[in-house]
Protein backbone atom coordinates (compact mmCIF):
# COMPACT_ATOMS: atom_id res chain seq x y z
CA UNK A 1 0.00 0.00 0.00
CA UNK A 2 0.77 3.80 -0.83
CA UNK A 3 -0.15 6.78 0.66
CA UNK A 4 -1.34 9.05 -2.32
CA UNK A 5 -2.39 12.85 -2.20
CA UNK A 6 -5.52 13.47 -3.95
CA UNK A 7 -5.15 17.73 -4.84
CA UNK A 8 -8.95 17.90 -6.22
CA UNK A 9 -10.26 16.30 -2.66
CA UNK A 10 -7.44 17.86 -0.72
CA UNK A 11 -6.64 14.68 2.20
CA UNK A 12 -4.59 12.07 2.03
CA UNK A 13 -5.47 8.28 0.72
CA UNK A 14 -4.32 4.52 0.72
CA UNK A 15 -4.15 3.08 -2.06
CA UNK A 16 -3.25 0.27 -3.42
CA UNK A 17 -0.15 -0.49 -5.87
CA UNK A 18 -2.82 -2.56 -7.74
CA UNK A 19 -4.93 0.43 -8.18
CA UNK A 20 -1.93 2.35 -10.06
CA UNK A 21 -1.76 -0.39 -12.91
CA UNK A 22 -3.93 -0.52 -15.76
CA UNK A 23 -5.38 -4.06 -15.77
CA UNK A 24 -5.89 -4.61 -19.14
CA UNK A 25 -2.64 -3.77 -20.46
CA UNK A 26 0.00 -4.37 -17.14
CA UNK A 27 1.69 -0.98 -17.27
CA UNK A 28 1.72 1.88 -15.07
CA UNK A 29 -1.89 4.01 -14.82
CA UNK A 30 0.77 7.04 -15.51
CA UNK A 31 -2.26 10.10 -15.36
CA UNK A 32 -3.41 8.44 -12.11
CA UNK A 33 0.24 8.50 -10.51
CA UNK A 34 1.44 11.93 -11.65
CA UNK A 35 -2.38 13.03 -10.36
CA UNK A 36 -1.54 11.07 -6.91
CA UNK A 37 2.75 12.01 -6.44
CA UNK A 38 5.06 14.58 -6.99
CA UNK A 39 7.52 14.89 -10.03
CA UNK A 40 10.60 12.67 -8.22
CA UNK A 41 8.05 10.10 -6.71
CA UNK A 42 6.40 9.52 -10.01
CA UNK A 43 9.43 8.82 -11.54
CA UNK A 44 10.50 6.50 -8.66
CA UNK A 45 7.20 4.49 -9.44
CA UNK A 46 7.81 4.66 -13.40
CA UNK A 47 10.89 2.96 -13.22
CA UNK A 48 9.81 0.10 -10.66
CA UNK A 49 9.51 -2.85 -13.40
CA UNK A 50 6.21 -4.33 -13.08
CA UNK A 51 5.90 -8.27 -12.85
CA UNK A 52 3.72 -10.26 -15.67
CA UNK A 53 2.17 -12.40 -12.67
CA UNK A 54 0.03 -10.52 -9.96
CA UNK A 55 -0.21 -11.17 -5.89
CA UNK A 56 -2.16 -9.55 -3.86
CA UNK A 57 -1.17 -6.64 -1.45
CA UNK A 58 -0.53 -7.92 2.03
CA UNK A 59 0.76 -5.89 4.74
CA UNK A 60 3.92 -7.34 6.55
CA UNK A 61 5.95 -6.05 9.89
CA UNK A 62 9.51 -6.56 8.83
CA UNK A 63 10.49 -6.98 12.45
CA UNK A 64 8.75 -10.69 12.59
CA UNK A 65 10.28 -13.26 10.80
CA UNK A 66 6.58 -14.73 9.97
CA UNK A 67 5.84 -11.01 8.62
CA UNK A 68 3.23 -10.56 11.63
CA UNK A 69 3.21 -7.65 14.23
CA UNK A 70 3.72 -8.32 17.74
CA UNK A 71 3.48 -5.84 20.96
CA UNK A 72 6.60 -6.87 21.55
CA UNK A 73 8.41 -6.58 18.89
CA UNK A 74 6.70 -2.97 18.27
CA UNK A 75 7.89 -2.08 21.92
CA UNK A 76 11.28 -2.98 20.86
CA UNK A 77 11.36 -0.53 17.61
CA UNK A 78 9.75 2.51 19.48
CA UNK A 79 12.15 1.96 22.16
CA UNK A 80 15.05 1.54 19.65
CA UNK A 81 14.24 4.63 18.67
CA UNK A 82 13.39 6.78 21.37
CA UNK A 83 16.79 6.10 22.88
CA UNK A 84 19.27 5.73 19.47
CA UNK A 85 20.44 2.44 20.72
CA UNK A 86 19.91 -1.36 20.53
CA UNK A 87 19.87 -2.08 24.30
CA UNK A 88 18.31 -5.58 23.54
CA UNK A 89 20.55 -6.84 21.73
CA UNK A 90 23.26 -8.34 24.10
CA UNK A 91 25.98 -10.29 23.16
CA UNK A 92 26.24 -13.62 24.87
CA UNK A 93 24.67 -16.99 24.16
CA UNK A 94 21.58 -16.43 26.55
CA UNK A 95 19.45 -19.03 24.92
CA UNK A 96 21.48 -21.70 26.68
CA UNK A 97 19.48 -19.61 30.52
CA UNK A 98 16.69 -21.78 29.32
CA UNK A 99 17.55 -24.93 28.43
CA UNK A 100 19.17 -25.15 32.01
CA UNK A 101 17.42 -27.79 34.23
CA UNK A 102 16.04 -25.48 37.11
CA UNK A 103 12.52 -24.08 38.07
CA UNK A 104 11.31 -21.04 35.99
CA UNK A 105 11.49 -18.77 38.47
CA UNK A 106 15.33 -19.65 38.84
CA UNK A 107 16.22 -19.45 34.54
CA UNK A 108 14.12 -15.95 35.00
CA UNK A 109 16.30 -14.66 38.45
CA UNK A 110 19.46 -15.83 36.62
CA UNK A 111 18.87 -14.33 33.25
CA UNK A 112 17.87 -10.84 35.37
CA UNK A 113 20.78 -10.83 37.08
CA UNK A 114 22.81 -11.37 34.16
CA UNK A 115 21.20 -8.70 32.11
CA UNK A 116 21.67 -6.28 35.25
CA UNK A 117 17.44 -5.72 36.12
CA UNK A 118 17.24 -7.08 39.58
CA UNK A 119 15.65 -4.06 41.67
CA UNK A 120 18.61 -4.82 44.51
CA UNK A 121 19.43 -1.63 46.63
CA UNK A 122 22.38 -0.20 45.77
CA UNK A 123 20.85 -0.39 41.50
CA UNK A 124 17.56 1.46 43.20
CA UNK A 125 20.01 3.97 44.90
CA UNK A 126 21.80 4.48 41.95
CA UNK A 127 18.12 5.49 40.71
CA UNK A 128 17.65 8.17 43.23
CA UNK A 129 15.36 5.86 45.35
CA UNK A 130 16.01 6.82 48.50
CA UNK A 131 17.05 3.00 50.60
CA UNK A 132 19.41 2.10 52.74
CA UNK A 133 22.24 -0.13 50.74
CA UNK A 134 22.95 -2.57 53.78
CA UNK A 135 21.31 -5.75 53.08
CA UNK A 136 18.47 -6.16 55.57
CA UNK A 137 19.17 -10.10 55.65
CA UNK A 138 22.84 -10.03 57.03
CA UNK A 139 23.16 -6.25 58.23
CA UNK A 140 26.53 -6.08 57.19
CA UNK A 141 27.11 -6.16 53.32
CA UNK A 142 26.37 -3.88 50.45
CA UNK A 143 22.72 -5.75 48.71
CA UNK A 144 24.25 -6.22 44.92
CA UNK A 145 23.40 -8.80 42.62
Given at each position: MVAGFYPHKAKMCIVCVSDLIADEERVWD???????????????????????????????????????????????????????IDRFHVEGEWHRIGKVNSPHKARNLLWR???????????LRSRHVRCEVICPWCDTAVEDD
Open positions: IDKIESLFSDDMVQAILDTPLFAEIQNDRITWMMERNGRYTVKTGYKLAMMELLHICMGCVPTRLR
